[in-house]
Each structure stands twice: as structure tokens, then as C-alpha cells.
């Protein structure tokens, strides 16, 4: 139950947003519309059956014209300028890695002549250390000749002062 004007008036509006040309009309035999003796469903004259139209490709919105030669300039312009700044940035930001790389270069040296010196301080240790565990032996081999020392001194008093004949004679 739909009115025939209204199906006529959007059919119209929807090929004016579609873009059809007046000439695509003429193509057709009827002006676009079926010929023959029968009516359509919505009573027009016609076969009764669709004909395919060839439509001209949708775009969504209204039509753009084709840009014009200072539209490219301003268009070339501008993609050369986002190009510039973006290259500038990563300029900046190599400049950036460039600097940490040559701090961290810098903090690298100095640790490596602090190892060399403290290499040189663990050598000196290491000498030192074996020139105290050298004098530890001598001190325990003293230590040892006195306590036998002083053992021989105990006997030969307590041997002399009681004269315990039968121990040794």
C-alpha cells in the first residue's frame, strides 16, 4: 500500500544522489522506463520485469571535483612539510641516541681504568696476603719448637728434682 508519487519522487532523488546522467536515460528505449504493453507493480506501462541499469559508482557524500593545479601544489607542499617535520624529529631523536651513546661510552672508560687500578690494588693484596700466610708458618713452627721446648725443660726439672733411678738408668 505505497503511493505511486512518493516511489516516483524518491526514485528520482535517489538518482540524483546517485549521480545518473541524463544521456544513460537516452540509452535505454524507453527513456528508462519498460516499453511493452503490460503494467508494472506500481501501475506504469512496462514487462513487468527489472532491467538492469548501469549505475555510475557511488559516493558517499557529494561529488569532489578533480583538484586543481594549485590544489597539488598546496597538497605537495604540505605532504613535503609533514615530511620535513618528520624528519627533523628523527633527526632530534638520533642526536638524542647519539648522546646517551657517547655518555655511556664515556661512563664504560672510566669503569674500565677503575678495574685496571683496582686490578693492580688486588695484585699488591695478593702478595701482601701470601707474604702473611708465609710468616703464619714461620710463627706456628715457633710455636711448636716452644711448646716441645718448654715440655723438655717440665721433664728434665721434675727429673732432676725427684731422681726417679729406674725411668731412665
Do not use: C
Not at 25 to 49: E, F, I, K
Not at 100 to 123: F, P, R
Amino acid at each position: 500500500m505505497s503511493n505511486p508519487g512518493l516511489r516516483n519522487r524518491h526514485r528520482s532523488e535517489r538518482s540524483a544522489l546517485l549521480g545518473e546522467h541524463e544521456d544513460m536515460g537516452a540509452a535505454d528505449s524507453g527513456g528508462g522506463r519498460p516499453t511493452t504493453g503490460t503494467t508494472t507493480r506500481n501501475g506504469q506501462p512496462g514487462s513487468g520485469r527489472r532491467r538492469h541499469r548501469t549505475r555510475a559508482p557511488r559516493n558517499k557524500g557529494a561529488a569532489v571535483p578533480p583538484p586543481t593545479g594549485a590544489q597539488e601544489a598546496s597538497n605537495i607542499v604540505e605532504s613535503l612539510m609533514r615530511t620535513k617535520s618528520a624528519m627533523k624529529q628523527d633527526l632530534e631523536r638520533i642526536s638524542h641516541v647519539t648522546d646517551a651513546i657517547d655518555s655511556d661510552g664515556a661512563m664504560l672508560k672510566d669503569t674500565k681504568e677503575s678495574h685496571q687500578g683496582l686490578s693492580g690494588l688486588a695484585k699488591g693484596a695478593k702478595g701482601a696476603l701470601r707474604y702473611l700466610q708465609a710468616q703464619e708458618r714461620r710463627e706456628d713452627v715457633v710455636l711448636w719448637a716452644a711448646v716441645i721446648f718448654f715440655f723438655l725443660s717440665a721433664a728434665y726439672v721434675f727429673w732432676t728434682r725427684v731422681r726417679i733411678p729406674f725411668l731412665l738408668w
